[in-house]
C-alpha cells in the first residue's frame, strides 16, 4: 500500500539517507559531501503543513521518497506565492512513478497552500528530472550556464516554472 504524508522528525534521517544517496551520481544537487541530519533540523522544521510542507511516499510502510516546498527569495513577501520544489526518490524505487506521483499532487495542493507559482531548479544534464517536470506542464523559464563546478565539469541549472490556476 502506498501513501503520501507529511514527514515527522522520525522521518528525517531517512529523507537525508535519500538525499545523500543522490550525492554521487553528480545530477541532483550539488551539495559534493553527505549531510547529516543534525544539520537538516532547521530545515525541517522551516517546513510546515500548511504552508511549506514536506511530504514523503510511503510504499509499505517504506520511506520510498520525498518532496518539500522552499520558499523562493525567503523574507521577500513579493515572492510569497511562489515556491520552489525538491524531489528525491530512493534508488530502489527510481522509475516506477513516485515522483510523477509526488509533483502531481504537488501541483494539486498549491492552490490550497497559497502558491501561484512552482519553480524546480534542475540540472541541465538531468533528463529524468527535466522529463518529468515537462509532463507536468512546467517550462523553461531560465537557464543559467555553468553555475556549477562538479568534479572539476562545469554544470548548468535549468530553471523551470508553472503558473497554477
Same mark, same amino acid.
Not at 513579493?78 to 515556491?83: G, L, P, Q, S, V
Given at each position: 500500500?502506498?501513501?503520501?504524508?507529511?514527514?515527522?522528525?522520525?522521518?528525517?534521517?531517512?529523507?537525508v539517507?535519500?538525499?545523500? !544517496?543522490? %550525492?554521487?551520481?553528480? *545530477?541532483a544537487?550539488?551539495?559534493?559531501?553527505?549531510?547529516?541530519?543534525?544539520?537538516? @533540523? +532547521?530545515?525541517?522544521?522551516?517546513?510546515?503543513?500548511?504552508?511549506?510542507?514536506?511530504w514523503v511516499?510511503?510504499?509499505?510502510?517504506t520511506?520510498?521518497g520525498?518532496?518539500?516546498?522552499?520558499?523562493?527569495?525567503?523574507?521577500?513577501?513579493?515572492?510569497?506565492?511562489? !515556491?520552489? %520544489?525538491?524531489?528525491? *526518490?530512493?534508488?530502489?524505487?527510481?522509475?516506477?512513478?513516485?515522483?510523477?506521483?509526488? @509533483? +502531481?499532487?504537488?501541483?494539486?495542493?498549491?492552490?490550497?497552500?497559497?502558491?501561484?507559482?512552482?519553480?524546480?531548479?534542475?540540472?541541465?544534464?538531468?533528463?529524468?528530472?527535466?522529463n518529468?517536470?515537462?509532463?507536468?506542464?512546467?517550462?523553461?523559464?531560465?537557464?543559467?550556464?555553468?553555475v556549477?563546478?562538479?568534479?572539476?565539469?562545469e554544470?548548468?541549472?535549468?530553471?523551470?516554472?508553472?503558473?497554477?490556476?
Amino acid at each position: 500500500m502506498e501513501k503520501i504524508r507529511d514527514a515527522t522528525e522520525s522521518d528525517l534521517a531517512t529523507i537525508v539517507n535519500i538525499y545523500n !544517496a543522490s %550525492i554521487p551520481s553528480r *545530477i541532483a544537487t550539488g551539495d559534493l559531501n553527505p549531510i547529516t541530519v543534525e544539520s537538516r @533540523l +532547521k530545515w525541517f522544521y522551516e517546513h510546515s503543513p500548511h504552508h511549506r510542507p514536506l511530504w514523503v511516499m510511503e510504499i509499505d510502510d517504506t520511506i520510498a521518497g520525498w518532496l518539500g516546498f522552499q520558499s523562493f527569495y525567503y523574507g521577500r513577501a513579493a515572492y510569497d506565492k511562489t !515556491a520552489e %520544489i525538491s524531489l528525491y *526518490i530512493c534508488p530502489n524505487y527510481q522509475r516506477q512513478g513516485i515522483g510523477k506521483k509526488l @509533483l +502531481k499532487q504537488a501541483i494539486e495542493k498549491a492552490p490550497n497552500l497559497d502558491l501561484n507559482t512552482l519553480l524546480g531548479f534542475i540540472f541541465a544534464h538531468n533528463q529524468p528530472s527535466l522529463n518529468l517536470f515537462i509532463k507536468h506542464q512546467f517550462q523553461q523559464w531560465g537557464y543559467l550556464p555553468k553555475v556549477a563546478q562538479l568534479d572539476g565539469m562545469e554544470r548548468d541549472i535549468i530553471i523551470v516554472g508553472r503558473t497554477l490556476n
